[in-house]
Antibody
Framework: EVQLVESGGGLIQPGGSLSLSCVVS????????MSWVRQAPGKGLEWVAV???????YYTDSVRGRFTISRDNSKNTLYLQMSGLRAEDTAVYYC????????????????WGQGTTVAVSS | EIVLTQSPVTLSMSPGERATLSCRAS???????LAWYQQKPGQAPRLLIH???YRATGIPDRFSGSGSGTDFTLTISRLEPEDFAVYYC?????????FGQGTKVDIK
């Protein structure tokens, strides 16, 4: 069964660090593009970061330099290491499989986890 | 960076009606890079449409997508009770993904 299960969310003080995990079942994290998407309370979806099968990584401007996306192929797990957290990082964080063919056709984010909640507050 | 603007913000409809949701891009984009999602309260988003007009696996045929250039449309031909939700369009580029702000389809 294809499944993504996030964990690691919680309450953290501003300036703190937190690491999110996304355990992947049913497909290989190393062979796919994987994204993190977040949703602040009552707001819309915001793409955060992507890691490509080849290892390239990209970030939205607001998190670049503070967040790091990575994966552990042996554990088939995706990570998001977050540091310098701010109140505006408060959100539900989703991991998603991000399907692209040869960089010329986008099949969309077709598998999503249930999300993990990060709350940044003093 | 391409900005996606969705309209209307809220669409109040009755079951059985036809719903038309708009997604306008700040510059022309390839239809192969445009997707639509549905999100219900407390749930993760669900992929509906990719390539602007191709339904994802398992998506009912009452959902259809169209458009090109800067103007894209998601149409729900006959609203079912389970279709009342928030809908997002999304653009892909090699180094970025962008979501529209969403359109909420609620019950009139």
């Amino acid at each position: 069964e294809v499944q993504l299960v996030e964990s690691g969310g919680g309450l953290i003080q501003p300036g703190g660090s937190l690491s999110l995990s996304c355990v992947v079942s049913g497909f290989s994290v190393s062979s796919n593009y994987m994204s993190w998407v977040r949703q602040a309370p009552g707001k819309g979806l915001e793409w955060v970061a992507v890691i490509y099968s080849g290892g390239s990584t990209y970030y939205t401007d607001s998190v670049r330099g503070r967040f790091t996306i990575s994966r552990d192929n042996s554990k088939n797990t995706l990570y998001l290491q977050m540091s310098g957290l701010r109140a505006e990082d408060t959100a539900v964080y989703y991991c998603a499989r991000d399907q692209v063919r040869n960089l010329d056709y986008y099949f969309g984010m077709d598998v999503w986890g249930q999300g993990t909640t990060v709350a940044v507050s003093s | 960076e391409i900005v996606l603007t969705q309209s209307p913000v809220t669409l109040s409809m009755s079951p059985g009606e036809r719903a038309t949701l708009s997604c306008r891009a700040s510059q022309s984009l390839s239809s192969t890079y445009l997707a639509w999602y549905q999100q219900k309260p407390g749930q993760a988003p669900r992929l509906l449409i990719h390539g602007a007009s191709y339904r994802a696996t398992g998506i009912p045929d009452r959902f259809s997508g169209s458009g090109s250039g800067t103007d894209f449309t998601l149409t729900i031909s006959r609203l079912e009770p389970e279709d009342f939700a928030v809908y997002y369009c999304q653009h892909y580029s090699s180094s970025l993904r962008t979501f529209g702000q969403g359109t909420k389809v609620d019950i009139k």
